[in-house]
């Protein structure tokens, strides 16, 4: 019951590629929105029990909604979870990485069953409602989002000023509150030495690029995360739009670009991802880092029609089971990093090859 | 230095652009930057400017803009935090904080955002004054144009309308 659906399974809403739109180049969507409860102190000063309150108060909320996606979240908290199930939610984007460290009883997350809903309460701020979908859809992940918002704003008073908006802990999220981010896969501009060029600038644009789990990780496996940084001053729709705009023509470059290596270089592009479908479907001791790369061309491959028995969906799945907390969660027990270099191989076979 | 688009916000962004030989330089806010950047963005050839200056980061710019130099030992009355523990978190203490240090984070939040004024969502149910002031923002600068352009049977209006929506915000 609850979320064990999520934490047992290696599969959630967003890896589901059938069901999204652009996926051969966009993995998912996700819109997240700040806010806090007025005159309560930010998580950071909470104590235990006023930290209760507000936890309290948000459970509340949802469950005597009228709105049914509210009132269907599932709530946790993080006492009751092990770290290791903490960091197999992070795993599948549904907490950030800084919360998955706490072991609060007043922190925790409320999310739907296939995680595309989802509040993460006493993180940074109080709220943080999350929409996250499969493809590029950032409308529907805002919409979904905004419509939380203002059910849940119904019952609680948020901290908003008129001049400065919704207020949040940190003031690059004040405002709208709102971060908007787009998961790119792009093998074909990395192979082209184009991403550097066009991440190097895109400070410009009011917006940043990181890795697959967000501030301060590495870009792997081909895999951008697209994201607003200017968060006032904008309003929700300005924000979509802008990371739309200029999405819309990185996913454009991306598919020119692969059409054009599959023009003049097609048996360097079939003789990269054989070796890569090789060496998946015969490792036996395999790194995250090896994995990932591997698991980029493999997709590419897929996207042009070349790999035909292996779904996108199920290496959407592999990104996320070859993380240590999902290995070690299907393992059934702690691993040291060898361990879990055979466990990987093994799981990727498994899923690879799963009837 | 302004804005060269919009003449109003700090221009945070410099950027710069050869264009057959010819250097032009261009000086934005980081939200027409954002507005006109997306469409500079050419898909068939990716020549986005050289970016010169002002790059939008997270706690670093924070730590380096308006925060750098606290003036007061200012303390928020709600939950205790000094100017002094912000700048070194990066992180307020609580939504009062706003308040009791709005002259210190005005310039540090023009830097991060190039703006510091709110201009999206207004919550339904406690928004309601904020979005009173948003309109009569609105008419009163329908009523300045209206004038501008000498039409004083729409200024009549435009002001009866006024009249109409400040009742409400006492
Ligand atoms: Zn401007
Ligand atoms: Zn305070």
Request: net charge negative.
């Amino acid at each position: 019951m609850g979320i064990d659906s999520l934490l047992y399974s290696t599969h959630v809403g967003w890896m589901d590629s059938s069901a999204g739109p652009e996926t051969d180049v966009a993995i998912s969507s996700r819109v997240r929105l700040a806010r806090n409860l007025d005159a309560v102190p930010f998580p950071h000063l909470l104590n235990e029990q006023t930290g209760k309150k507000v936890i309290d108060l948000v459970k509340q909320a949802c469950s005597q909604s009228e709105y049914e996606p509210l009132r269907s979240l599932q709530g946790v908290t993080f006492d009751q979870l092990s770290e290791l199930d903490r960091q197999i939610l992070m795993e599948k984007h549904l907490i950030s990485p800084q919360h998955a460290h706490f072991n609060d009883s007043y922190r925790g997350l409320l999310v739907n069953e296939d995680g595309s809903r989802s509040i993460m309460i006493n993180e940074e701020d109080h709220l943080r409602i999350q929409g996250l979908l499969p493809g590029f859809d950032l409308e529907k992940c805002n919409d979904a989002v905004q419509m939380l918002d203002d059910e849940l704003e119904k019952v609680l008073t948020y901290a908003f000023d008129g001049y400065r908006g919704y207020l949040t802990a940190c003031p690059t999220n004040v405002g709208t509150g709102m971060r908007a981010s787009v998961m790119l896969h792009l093998p074909g501009m990395a192979m082209t030495a184009q991403t550097n060029r066009i991440f190097h600038n895109i400070g410009q644009l009011g917006m940043t690029v990181r890795g697959l789990y967000g501030e301060g990780t590495e870009i792997l496996g081909n895999f951008y995360q697209l994201s607003n940084q200017v968060t006032l001053g904008l309003s929700e729709e300005e924000i979509c739009h802008n990371l739309t705009l200029v999405t819309r023509q990185i996913i454009e470059q991306e598919r020119r670009v692969r059409d054009s290596l599959q023009k003049g270089m097609a048996y360097q592009l079939q003789d990269r991802i054989g070796r890569a479908y090789g060496l998946l479907s015969h490792a036996g001791i395999i790194s995250s880092n090896e994995a990932l790369t591997l698991l980029s061309d493999l997709r590419l491959g897929v996207d042009l029609g070349l790999i035909t028995h292996i779904q996108a969906t199920a290496i959407n799945e592999l990104i996320v089971a070859i993380r240590p907390a999902h290995l070690q969660k299907r393992a059934g027990q702690e691993m040291d990093a060898f361990q879990r270099d055979i466990k990987r191989a093994e799981v990727i076979k498994d899923i690879l090859f799963r009837k | 230095m302004q804005c060269d688009e919009c003449k109003q916000k700090p221009a945070t962004v410099h950027l710069t652009e050869m264009y057959n030989g010819q250097k032009s330089e261009m000086h934005l806010c980081p939200s027409c930057a954002a507005k006109k950047g997306a469409l500079m963005f050419d898909p068939n050839q990716f020549n986005i400017p050289n970016l010169l200056g002002g790059f939008l980061g997270g706690n670093q710019a924070l730590q380096g803009a308006g925060l750098a130099n606290p003036t007061t030992q200012a303390t928020c009355q709600n939950c205790g935090v000094r100017f002094m523990d912000i700048r070194n978190t990066g992180k307020l203490g609580c939504p009062n904080c706003y308040q009791a240090f709005e002259d210190e984070l005005e310039s540090a939040l023009k830097r991060i955002h190039g703006n510091s004024q709110h201009t999206g969502k207004i919550p339904l149910r406690s928004g309601e004054k904020t979005r009173i002031k948003r309109q009569v923002e609105d008419l009163k600068e329908q009523l300045q144009s209206a004038i501008l352009a000498e039409d004083y049977e729409k200024a009549a209006e435009i002001r009866d309308a006024l009249k109409e929506i400040e009742k409400k915000l006492d």
